[in-house]
């Protein structure tokens, strides 16, 4: 019995790295080139809240918000209210959903899109630091350069358009809460979609 | 072809079915079975277990899919990304579809993460209740809106609307085209866990106890974000107990949950067994000291024997295999042996006892053939068992055709080996010793399924060592089978005991010949349990063709080459209806422990048989296979008799059936507990006992009447 104790507290005592970005903690630094060809880092942005948006665009989960025209007014709202909106991609060369700087800004331009920087994080750097995991994946980030939200974009984890009147943003509901200056109730979420093509 | 199993000789029954659908000689059997549809990734169906639903029971019904190669859907919980099946149900008044019963999940890695799955062609069960209120006649329309992921390293949702006619029946319908697939998964879903299992909630996340020496254990959480499906799933092993630590996930780091509760699969293959665990979450490290003694895994546990010495096992090999030449087993293969005697007797002793050496040459052959395709089988995965090769109706309907062609040779439709010249002098040599090879053969593959006295423990103890181990075991029980002939026809003192030769050889062996005619309904009857009416149909067939080829063949002796000709085409279309016997999954065995004239039965399952001992009821479990002659025997000989099902009714003792005709993972493990591998097996437990007692392969009424009785006293 001795030995099964200690074998067990020496198993209690194995610390592993958490995979998991902690909300609480300051969002991982990052410096990045955009498709417009400008160099941002996070710290650029301190004092303005900034959202991070995963994205793949020929992934069905992503073509559901926006074929819905739900990301476009998600990021028309926020910036106007001078929020940041990063849209980072993390495929690689090879993988579904890579695209060149220029395929990437004449995206944004057919979906009518409205982020004030697109990220091609080919290497996925930003997307491990951050444990980017699907596509949609949404981080919100506060002036502190503190992370207050990291998950899904919304409560009906499908791929149908029709669903998305009907659930809620937990994006939304965490700026919210922020500009009210308060604590973010739903913080942590499991996010959904297709895999990040690292 | 429906029925996908790597048995012996799959490669060829492949060929045949190919052969026979081109002939199309007989159509499918119409069956319960919705309309495929299929999508860009995937084929998918409602099947049916039976081919009618009964009003106020269960019916089990299930989305069964195709995937494309390299593309899955996932699971309850589907880890990093992904979605799970939704199916939403239109259903006839009265009706209700239960929750999705999901396959066993795989971990799917993709980068730096990982999702739980499947691949191939899982099989989504469903229970659905049938209202009292059905009318018996009328048909069920079950209509299923299934929506899936589906994706290789991208994904594509995909939906089908899904349709299953189901008649209404009065009483339990027939087994349905897909029953074996529904039987599968019946038999692979998850079980409560019989050992316990508790959590320590260390920092860094939770570390699970499974009370149990788990053999590759894989846990697999119902809820998502309580570990990390991509992080550590670090398993050690103490004193029979078995700890895996984990990576939390963000919900455990912001609160670590009062239970975790998932799925540990163990084991690998056609192995893998599911447990459904919910581990209370302990408050310390020290918790776990007083966790009570490892559980053995399987319910049926019981001590198994312990591994014995090689030499001991050797030795009852040996006697084993002797005594097999005296169990019912044998005794179609006695015959076969007492014509080839008759048929040697003749001889000089240099041929004879050339016979009597490769008679031993085929049984050794044979015994090492067979054992080395199930040891490798197993060691694929394949939960088999010795006997296998009966369990398989397409093996078991080519023994009939050779059994028959055996008995027709005997009672002298046609000669074999003899050539144009050699005809009228009977068996020539060289037919002599291809013949004396073969019902060495033929007395393996046939007769030695079945375990006899002192074989269960070598048996078990042979599947459960290296392959070389086994392989020498199997060569010793075959030596011990082959022994008495090898000893009449190799020691001159012996030689002379056989009969003198003159005409009433060809008598004899004619009388023969119905001693396979005999053996041939044997097979006919287990093929009919094994594959239904549509088997026995097709095996007519096969049988009638066999005969035509035999007699053709007997024709072309008479000189004409024409007549070969047609022998060789009736052989070949015989193998054709063959090869379309597909098993269909037995009848359940119905619980009956009213009626006082029959044994009080209840079909085998480890839960049910937990329960029963739980509640303190005697039971005793009956290993058995239609297949296997000594099972037979002993049921009309000693369970069936009256004043056995008396005491069994007196004593409150329950007949637990465990049927092996067809292969049952359950049962194998079952029997695998027991440190056995083959049937009979029977097993008494009696109230409150730990273990099992095994009792002896060849039963006594006395001794099974007697068994409850010690126990009582001893009680």
Same mark, same amino acid.
């Given at each position: 019995?001795?030995?099964?104790?200690?074998?067990?507290?020496?198993?209690?005592?194995?610390?592993?790295?958490?995979?998991?970005?902690?909300?609480?903690?300051?969002?991982?630094?990052?410096?990045?080139?955009?498709?417009? $060809?400008?160099?941002?880092?996070?710290?650029?942005?301190?004092?303005?809240?900034? %959202?991070?948006?995963?994205?793949?665009?020929?992934?069905?989960?992503?073509?559901?918000?926006?074929?819905?025209?739900?990301?476009?007014?998600?990021?028309?709202?926020?910036?106007?209210?001078?929020?940041?909106?990063?849209?980072?991609?993390?495929?690689?060369? $090879?993988?579904?959903?890579?695209?060149?700087?220029?395929?990437?800004?004449?995206?944004?331009?057919? @979906?009518?899109?409205?982020?004030?920087? %697109?990220?091609?994080?080919?290497?996925?750097?930003?997307? @491990?630091?951050?444990?980017?995991?699907?596509?949609?994946?949404?981080?919100?980030?506060?002036?502190?350069?503190?992370?207050?939200?990291?998950?899904?974009?919304?409560?009906?984890?499908?791929?149908?358009?029709?669903? %998305?009147? @009907?659930?809620?943003?937990?994006?939304?509901?965490?700026?919210?809460?922020?500009?009210?200056?308060?604590?973010?109730?739903?913080?942590?979420?499991?996010?959904? $979609?297709?895999?990040?093509?690292? | 072809?429906?029925?996908?199993?790597?048995?012996?000789?799959?490669?060829?029954?492949?060929?045949?079915?190919?052969?026979?659908?081109?002939?199309?000689?007989?159509?499918?059997?119409?069956?319960?079975?919705?309309?495929?549809?299929?999508?860009?990734?995937?084929?998918?169906?409602?099947?049916?277990?039976?081919?009618?639903?009964?009003?106020?029971?269960?019916?089990?019904?299930?989305?069964?899919?195709?995937?494309?190669?390299?593309?899955?859907?996932?699971?309850?919980?589907?880890?990093?990304?992904?979605?799970?099946?939704?199916?939403?149900?239109?259903?006839?008044?009265?009706?209700?579809?239960?929750?999705?019963?999901?396959?066993?999940?795989?971990?799917?890695?993709?980068?730096?993460?990982?999702?739980?799955?499947?691949?191939?062609?899982?099989?989504?069960?469903?229970?659905?209740?049938?209202?009292?209120?059905?009318?018996?006649?009328?048909?069920?329309?079950?209509?299923?809106?299934?929506?899936?992921?589906?994706?290789?390293?991208?994904?594509?949702?995909?939906?089908?609307?899904?349709?299953?006619?189901?008649?209404?029946?009065?009483?339990?319908?027939?087994?349905?085209?897909?029953?074996?697939?529904?039987?599968?998964?019946?038999?692979?879903?998850?079980?409560?866990?019989?050992?316990?299992?508790?959590?320590?909630?260390?920092?860094?996340?939770?570390?699970?106890?499974?009370?149990?020496?788990?053999?590759?254990?894989?846990?697999?959480?119902?809820?998502?974000?309580?570990?990390?499906?991509?992080?550590?799933?670090?398993?050690?092993?103490?004193?029979?107990?078995?700890?895996?630590?984990?990576?939390?996930?963000?919900?455990?780091?912001?609160?670590?949950?009062?239970?975790?509760?998932?799925?540990?699969?163990?084991?690998?293959?056609?192995?893998?067994?599911?447990?459904?665990?919910?581990?209370?979450?302990?408050?310390?490290?020290?918790?776990?000291?007083?966790?009570?003694?490892?559980?053995?895994?399987?319910?049926?546990?019981?001590?198994?024997?312990?591994?014995?010495?090689?030499?001991?096992?050797?030795?009852?090999?040996?006697?084993?295999?002797?005594?097999?030449?005296?169990?019912?087993?044998?005794?179609?293969?006695?015959?076969?042996?007492?014509?080839?005697?008759?048929?040697?007797?003749?001889?000089?002793?240099?041929?004879?006892?050339?016979?009597?050496?490769?008679?031993?040459?085929?049984?050794?052959?044979?015994?090492?053939?067979?054992?080395?395709?199930?040891?490798?089988?197993?060691?694929?995965?394949? *939960?088999?068992?010795?006997?296998?090769?009966?369990?398989?109706?397409?093996v078991v309907g080519l023994f009939a055709v050779i059994i028959l062609l055996v008995g027709l040779n005997l009672a002298g439709l046609f000669e074999v080996g003899t050539s144009v010249q050699g005809l009228g002098q009977g068996l020539t040599q060289r037919g002599g010793n291809a013949g004396a090879f073969f019902t060495g053969m033929l007395a393996v593959a046939v007769a030695a399924p079945?375990?006899?006295?002192?074989?269960?423990?070598?048996?078990?103890?042979?599947?459960? *060592?290296?392959?070389?181990?086994?392989?020498?075991?199997?060569?010793?029980?075959?030596?011990?089978?082959?022994?008495?002939?090898?000893?009449?026809?190799?020691?001159?003192?012996?030689?002379?005991?056989?009969?003198?030769?003159?005409?009433?050889?060809?008598?004899?062996?004619?009388?023969?010949?119905?001693?396979?005619?005999?053996?041939?309904?044997?097979?006919?009857?287990?093929?009919?349990? *094994?594959?239904?009416?549509?088997?026995?149909?097709?095996?007519?067939?096969?049988?009638?063709?066999?005969?035509?080829?035999?007699?053709?063949?007997?024709?072309?002796?008479?000189?004409?080459?024409?007549?070969?000709?047609?022998?060789?085409?009736?052989?070949?279309?015989?193998?054709?209806?063959?090869?379309?016997?597909?098993?269909?999954?037995?009848?359940?065995?119905?619980?009956?422990?009213?009626?006082?004239?029959?044994?009080?039965?209840?079909?085998?399952?480890?839960?049910?048989?937990?329960?029963?001992?739980?509640?303190?009821?005697?039971?005793?479990?009956?290993f058995t296979a239609a297949w296997c002659v000594t099972c037979q025997v002993n049921k009309q000989t000693v369970l069936n008799r009256r004043e056995v099902i008396d005491a069994f009714h007196e004593r409150g003792v329950r007949y637990m059936v465990a049927d092996w005709t067809v292969q049952d993972p359950e049962i194998t493990r079952a029997l695998e507990a027991q440190g056995r591998s083959?049937?009979?097996?029977?097993?008494?437990?009696?109230?409150?006992?730990?273990?099992?007692?095994?009792?002896?392969?060849?039963?006594?009424?006395?001794?099974?009447?007697?068994?409850?009785?010690?126990?009582?006293?001893?009680?």
């Amino acid at each position: 019995m001795k030995t099964l104790f200690s074998v067990f507290g020496a198993a209690l005592l194995l610390g592993g790295s958490a995979l998991a970005q902690q909300v609480g903690d300051p969002a991982p630094a990052f410096e990045a080139e955009t498709t417009a $060809g400008e160099t941002i880092s996070l710290s650029d942005f301190e004092g303005r809240k900034v %959202v991070l948006e995963w994205t793949n665009a020929e992934c069905p989960f992503v073509q559901k918000h926006y074929g819905a025209n739900n990301m476009q007014s998600l990021q028309k709202r926020m910036t106007a209210d001078g929020t940041v909106w990063i849209t980072v991609n993390s495929s690689a060369p $090879g993988k579904q959903g890579h695209v060149t700087p220029e395929d990437a800004d004449r995206l944004t331009e057919e @979906r009518g899109a409205a982020p004030t920087h %697109v990220v091609l994080d080919e290497d996925g750097a930003i997307g @491990r630091a951050y444990g980017a995991k699907t596509t949609p994946h949404m981080y919100v980030i506060d002036e502190e350069g503190v992370l207050r939200y990291n998950g899904a974009i919304d409560t009906i984890p499908s791929t149908d358009q029709a669903d %998305v009147p @009907r659930a809620e943003n937990y994006v939304v509901a965490a700026l919210d809460s922020l500009d009210r200056g308060q604590a973010v109730v739903t913080s942590r979420t499991q996010p959904y $979609g297709c895999s990040v093509k690292y | 072809m429906r029925g996908r199993r790597s048995y012996l000789g799959s490669a060829m029954i492949r060929f045949l079915v190919s052969l026979a659908a081109l002939f199309a000689l007989f159509a499918p059997a119409a069956a319960q079975t919705g309309p495929v549809v299929e999508t860009d990734h995937a084929a998918s169906r409602l099947i049916a277990e039976r081919e009618g639903a009964v009003p106020g029971e269960t019916a089990w019904i299930a989305l069964r899919q195709e995937l494309e190669e390299h593309w899955h859907v996932y699971w309850r919980n589907p880890g990093d990304s992904g979605l799970p099946l939704e199916i939403d149900w239109t259903l006839p008044e009265g009706f209700e579809a239960g929750e999705v019963i999901y396959p066993l999940p795989h971990r799917l890695p993709l980068g730096p993460l990982v999702n739980y799955g499947h691949e191939g062609e899982p099989v989504f069960l469903v229970p659905l209740s049938v209202p009292e209120t059905a009318q018996a006649g009328e048909t069920a329309r079950i209509v299923a809106e299934a929506n899936w992921l589906i994706c290789a390293d991208v994904c594509v949702p995909e939906q089908a609307r899904l349709t299953l006619d189901l008649p209404i029946m009065a009483e339990e319908a027939p087994p349905a085209a897909f029953a074996q697939e529904i039987g599968e998964a019946l038999a692979a879903r998850p079980r409560p866990a019989p050992f316990d299992a508790a959590y320590a909630a260390a920092e860094a996340g939770p570390v699970l106890r499974l009370a149990a020496d788990l053999d590759a254990p894989e846990f697999y959480p119902f809820e998502p974000a309580l570990i990390e499906p991509a992080g550590r799933q670090d398993v050690s092993h103490d004193e029979g107990a078995t700890l895996i630590a984990f990576d939390g996930g963000f919900d455990y780091l912001d609160a670590p949950p009062e239970t975790l509760e998932g799925l540990v699969v163990t084991g690998s293959g056609a192995n893998r067994q599911g447990y459904i665990v919910e581990a209370m979450r302990a408050e310390e490290g020290a918790a776990f000291a007083s966790a009570p003694a490892p559980a053995p895994l399987t319910a049926g546990g019981g001590a198994g024997p312990a591994p014995a010495a090689l030499g001991a096992t050797l030795l009852f090999a040996f006697l084993g295999g002797l005594i097999l030449n005296v169990m019912p087993c044998v005794f179609p293969v006695v015959f076969m042996k007492a014509a080839s005697l008759a048929g040697s007797a003749g001889h000089e002793r240099a041929v004879v006892r050339r016979h009597g050496v490769l008679y031993t040459a085929g049984v050794l052959a044979t015994f090492l053939a067979i054992a080395g395709v199930l040891i490798a089988l197993r060691a694929g995965g394949e *939960q088999l068992g010795w006997g296998f090769q009966l369990q398989n109706p397409v093996v078991v309907g080519l023994f009939a055709v050779i059994i028959l062609l055996v008995g027709l040779n005997l009672a002298g439709l046609f000669e074999v080996g003899t050539s144009v010249q050699g005809l009228g002098q009977g068996l020539t040599q060289r037919g002599g010793n291809a013949g004396a090879f073969f019902t060495g053969m033929l007395a393996v593959a046939v007769a030695a399924p079945c375990i006899g006295p002192f074989l269960g423990v070598p048996v078990g103890y042979a599947l459960a *060592q290296p392959a070389m181990i086994g392989l020498l075991v199997f060569a010793v029980v075959g030596l011990g089978l082959a022994a008495p002939y090898l000893l009449l026809s190799i020691v001159p003192v012996l030689g002379r005991l056989l009969p003198k030769p003159g005409p009433w050889m060809v008598t004899f062996k004619q009388l023969l010949s119905f001693a396979m005619f005999g053996t041939l309904v044997w097979l006919a009857w287990v093929l009919s349990l *094994q594959a239904g009416p549509q088997g026995v149909l097709l095996l007519g067939v096969a049988l009638v063709l066999a005969a035509f080829a035999a007699w053709a063949f007997g024709r072309s002796q008479g000189g004409s080459r024409g007549w070969r000709v047609a022998a060789l085409a009736g052989l070949v279309l015989a193998l054709l209806p063959l090869a379309r016997v597909e098993t269909v999954v037995p009848q359940a065995i119905a619980a009956e422990t009213d009626d006082r004239s029959k044994l009080p039965t209840v079909p085998y399952g480890e839960e049910r048989l937990a329960e029963l001992r739980a509640e303190g009821v005697p039971v005793f479990v009956d290993f058995t296979a239609a297949w296997c002659v000594t099972c037979q025997v002993n049921k009309q000989t000693v369970l069936n008799r009256r004043e056995v099902i008396d005491a069994f009714h007196e004593r409150g003792v329950r007949y637990m059936v465990a049927d092996w005709t067809v292969q049952d993972p359950e049962i194998t493990r079952a029997l695998e507990a027991q440190g056995r591998s083959g049937v009979p097996l029977y097993l008494y437990y009696a109230p409150g006992a730990e273990a099992a007692r095994v009792l002896p392969q060849v039963l006594s009424v006395d001794g099974v009447i007697g068994l409850f009785d010690d126990l009582e006293k001893t009680a």
